[in-house]
C-alpha cells in the first residue's frame, strides 16, 4: 500500500525535494523551529495527513477510531477479539458479523423454510379426501384424480404464458387429460394410449386456429404438457383396475410421502451436502439417504402387510424405486421452475404451493410403482 492511500504529501522520489539549509519551513516536515542559514537540518519523513473521520456510522472501527480497511490486501488478517470490558449489553458483544473473515458465512439458525402448520393441515385434510374417496367407490376417487389433472395442467400452462410467453391449448388439454384417467380405469392401457393421442391430435388441430407465429413452440409445449401431467397421472388409474387396487394406490402415496417426509427431515437436520445446488438448493445428499432409508422400511411393512402375495424383500427395492423417482421427479419440477424463474406452480395449497407442487413427486413415481407391481404380484 502507498502512501498516497492515506493522503501523504510527496517527498524525494515522489515528486517533491526535501528542504535544504538555508530555507524555510516545509508544510507537512516535522520542526521545532523556524531554520536559520548554516543550521543543520534533520531529514525526517513528513507525518502523514490523516483525514478527517466520522464521529459514528460508515465503516470506521468504534473502539479505535479510525478506518476500517477492507479489500484483498487485507484477507490474512484475523479479526480482533473485544474487550471484556467492552461497553453496552450482552446482546452487542462478542465478534462484529461484518468484521467476519471473507468467505465464512454469518452462522444462521436454520429454518424449515415453510409455514409447517398450513402444510400439516393441508395435507392431513387432503388425505382424508383421498382415502375416504379411494376405499368408498372407486369411480370418485378417479374423479379426485381427473380434477387434480386439470388443475395441474391449468397450473402449468399458466406459468408458461406468464413466464415464457408459451401459448399451450388449455381446453384440449384439460379434456384430454380428464379424458385419458378415466379411459385408464375403464379401458386399461390400451384406452389410455387412445386417449394420448387424440389428445396431442387435438392440441395440434386448436392451435391451428390461431395465427402461425409460435405455433410449433405452442403445440410442442401442448404434447408435453398432456404427457406430463394426465399421462403419468394414468398410472394411478391403471393401478386402482386390480382387485387390491386400492391397497396399491394406498401403498403408493404412503411410500412417496414417507420418501418425501424423510427427505426433508433428515435433509433439514443434519444435511450439510448439496445434491444438486443449481437445481435445487435446499436438497442434499443426507436428505436423499433419509428418503431411501424411510421408503425402504415403509415399503418392507407395506409389502409384507397390505399386498396379497406380497414380501419383505419386494418392498425393499420398490421403496428404493420409489425414493429414486420422487427425487428425480421433484428436481425435474424444480429445473422448470428454475427456468421459469418462480418458487411455486401455484398458491391454491397453504403451504404448499400448488396443486404441481404436490404432484411433482406422484407423478413419476405412479408408473415406477405400477410395474413393479405388476412384475411382483400380477396386473390383479
Same mark, same amino acid.
Given at each position: ?10 517527498? !524525494? ?89 471473507? =468467505? ?12 409447517? =402448520? ?49 401459448? /399451450? ?6 379434456? =384430454? ?8 380405469? /375403464? ?49 394411478? /388409474? ?22 418425501? !417426509? ?8 443434519? =444435511? ?22 424411510? /421408503? ?85
Amino acid at each position: 500500500m502507498n502512501d498516497s492511500s492515506w493522503g501523504a504529501p510527496s517527498r !524525494t522520489g515522489y515528486g517533491e525535494p526535501w528542504p535544504t539549509p538555508g530555507q524555510g519551513p516545509v508544510q507537512g516536515v516535522a520542526s521545532a523551529g523556524p531554520v536559520y542559514e548554516g543550521q543543520d537540518v534533520q531529514e525526517t519523513r513528513p507525518m502523514p495527513i490523516v483525514p478527517d473521520l466520522p464521529a459514528s456510522g460508515g465503516d470506521q472501527d468504534d473502539d479505535r477510531g479510525t478506518a476500517r480497511l477492507r479489500g484483498p490486501l487485507f484477507r490474512d488478517e484475523l479479526p480482533q477479539e473485544p474487550m471484556e470490558s467492552e461497553p453496552g449489553p450482552p446482546s452487542h458483544r462478542g465478534p462484529d458479523p461484518a468484521s467476519a473473515p471473507a =468467505g465464512q458465512p454469518t452462522p444462521q439458525k436454520k429454518s424449515a423454510g415453510r409455514d409447517l =402448520g398450513a402444510a400439516i393441515g393441508v395435507g392431513l385434510g387432503l388425505g382424508v379426501v383421498v382415502v375416504a374417496s379411494l376405499f368408498i367407490v372407486k369411480a370418485v376417487f378417479v374423479g379426485v384424480i381427473a380434477v387434480a389433472v386439470v388443475v395441474g395442467v391449468w397450473e402449468l400452462t399458466s406459468r408458461l404464458s406468464e413466464r415464457k410467453g408459451i401459448k /399451450a391449448p388449455l381446453i384440449p388439454l384439460a379434456l =384430454g387429460g380428464a379424458a385419458m384417467v378415466i379411459a385408464g380405469y /375403464a379401458r386399461g392401457p390400451e384406452g389410455a394410449w387412445v386417449a394420448v393421442a387424440l389428445t396431442a391430435l387435438a392440441v395440434l388441430v386448436w392451435r391451428m386456429t390461431q395465427p402461425p407465429e409460435g405455433y410449433l413452440r405452442d403445440v410442442t409445449a401442448g404434447v408435453f404438457a398432456a404427457f406430463y401431467v394426465p399421462f403419468l397421472a394414468t398410472f394411478v /388409474a391403471l393401478m386402482l383396475r386390480a382387485d387390491d387396487g386400492a391397497w396399491r394406490v394406498l401403498l403408493f402415496l404412503i411410500l412417496t410421502v414417507v420418501s418425501d !417426509t424423510g427427505a426433508y427431515a433428515v435433509g433439514w437436520r443434519f =444435511g450439510s451436502h448439496k445434491l444438486a445446488p443449481r437445481i435445487s438448493p435446499g436438497k442434499t445428499r443426507e436428505g436423499l439417504v433419509g428418503a431411501v432409508t424411510f /421408503a425402504m422400511v415403509a415399503g418392507a411393512l407395506g409389502m409384507q402387510f397390505m399386498i396379497d402375495d406380497g414380501a419383505w424383500w419386494q418392498g425393499l427395492l420398490l421403496g428404493l424405486a420409489v425414493a429414486a423417482s420422487a427425487t428425480l421427479g421433484d428436481l425435474g419440477e424444480s429445473m422448470i421452475k428454475r427456468d421459469l424463474g418462480i418458487k411455486d406452480m401455484g398458491t391454491l395449497l397453504p403451504g404448499h404451493g400448488g396443486i404441481m407442487d404436490r404432484l411433482d413427486s406422484l407423478l413419476p413415481t405412479a408408473p415406477v410403482v405400477w410395474l413393479l407391481l405388476v412384475l411382483f404380484v400380477g396386473s390383479g
